[in-house]
Structures are given as structure tokens and as C-alpha cells.
């Protein structure tokens, strides 16, 4: 004959079961226990005393994720939160990538004067930079009378 013992331990409104037998086995029965109420269960649960987020990343973790795109500026600041923000001194402080910062039409990749508007003059409009003197004659186009000939 044997004598068998339950012991039950609880933290807040859950309890874990404990099964001894003087046989020397035992086993614990756990609970579907979510400490932090995110609905993620403890055993699973990263972060069982922090609530996750809950914003379509990275929720499985139980972990809140407060800048999903590690760009360094908050999700609650942040008009992209998902698509990290190019850091080029650019209206950085929206968490937007800004492509085409000058907004000539040419991305910045490729431009080569990124915060300067291409002034689109049938003149080496490819490179992204305003032409000032297309001929090279010393005189700037906007009071050349003869733009294009030297």
C-alpha cells in the first residue's frame, strides 16, 4: 500500500497541482497560467510579467516590441512602423524612408544631389543635380541669352 499526497500552490487566480507518491514519483500538472493577461500563456510567454503588444509583430514572443522596426524612433511616434526609416537627414523624425528626398523624380540611390531638386532642362537631367550654366560659359542660365552655346 502506498500513500499519495496533492498539494496545490497558487499564484493569483491559478493553481498548480503537485501528485507525490511515497514511491518516489511525482509529477505537476500545470495550468494555462498568463500572468501579464495578453493571452499568451506563461509556459510560452517570454515576457509573462509584460503584456505584449499585440500589433500583427512578433506577437507570439509575449514580448511588446515598442520600435518594430528598429529604427530607433517609437511605434507610437512613428507613421511607418513596420519599414525602418533611411536616417538621411530627411524628415527623419516621421519613421518614414524617404526615396526621393528632393522630390525631382530621380530616388536617391541615384541621384547625386539627394536634397537638391533637378531643375529638368533637357541638360545631364539623369544625374539629379540643377545644371546652373548648361554651356559652361560662365554665365548662369537664368539671365544667359544664349543658353547652350558658349
Request: charged fraction near 40%.
Amino acid at each position: 500500500m502506498f500513500k499519495d499526497n496533492i498539494d496545490a500552490v497558487e499564484y493569483g487566480d491559478y493553481k498548480d497541482f503537485y501528485f507525490n507518491a511515497n514511491f518516489g514519483v511525482s509529477f505537476r500538472i500545470y495550468s494555462d497560467r498568463d500572468t501579464d493577461g495578453d493571452g499568451i500563456s506563461d509556459d510560452v510567454d517570454n515576457c509573462p510579467y509584460e503584456e505584449e503588444d499585440i500589433d500583427g509583430f512578433q506577437d507570439e514572443d509575449g514580448c511588446p516590441d515598442y520600435d518594430n522596426d528598429n529604427d530607433g524612433i517609437l511605434d507610437i511616434n512613428d507613421a511607418c512602423q513596420n519599414i525602418a526609416e533611411d536616417l538621411d537627414g530627411f524628415q527623419d523624425e516621421d519613421g518614414c524612408p524617404d526615396l526621393d528626398n528632393d522630390g525631382d523624380g530621380i530616388e536617391d540611390l541615384d541621384d547625386s544631389c539627394p536634397n537638391v531638386k533637378e531643375d529638368i532642362d533637357g541638360f545631364e537631367d539623369e544625374d539629379g543635380c540643377p545644371d546652373v550654366d548648361n554651356d559652361g560659359d560662365g554665365i548662369l542660365d537664368d539671365v544667359d541669352q544664349c543658353v547652350g552655346q558658349a
